[in-house]
């Protein structure tokens, strides 16, 4: 069923050019130089400190590293996040089965 699902959006998504972050529960990040951060669609903190932020994802995490980090903004599903940012990583953690 959760196949199907995603393949009626994917369909959606293409066909009638529906935006594919908020029809497949993608991750809408929005960078502003390396000062700002603006995380939407985000499934909650797993992890966070001066230096590293970390975030789940409907489909693996988002991991931002760099220096100074202040949460600004935080709601159930979106972030901002002020600080220097070095590095920006998407972590899957759910690889596609072999079969």
């Known amino acids: ?3 199907i699902n995603k393949m009626v959006r994917r369909w959606m998504t293409d066909k009638m050019e529906l935006p594919a972050d908020v029809m497949m529960d993608l991750p809408r990040i929005t ?4 000062l700002h951060i603006y995380i939407e669609n985000h499934r ?3 992890k966070f400190s001066n230096q590293e932020l970390r975030l789940l994802l409907e489909q693996g995490q988002l991991q931002i590293k760099g220096n100074h980090f202040v949460i600004k903004t935080i709601l159930p599903e979106e972030l901002l996040l002020e600080g220097i940012i070095d590095q920006v990583t998407y972590i899957n953690e759910n690889p596609q089965k072999k079969r």
Not at 31 to 34: A, L, V
Request: glycine share 20%; charged share 20%.
């Open 1 to 3: 069923m959760r196949k």
């Open 31 to 34: 960078m502003i130089g390396q």
């Open 44 to 46: 909650g903190v797993l």
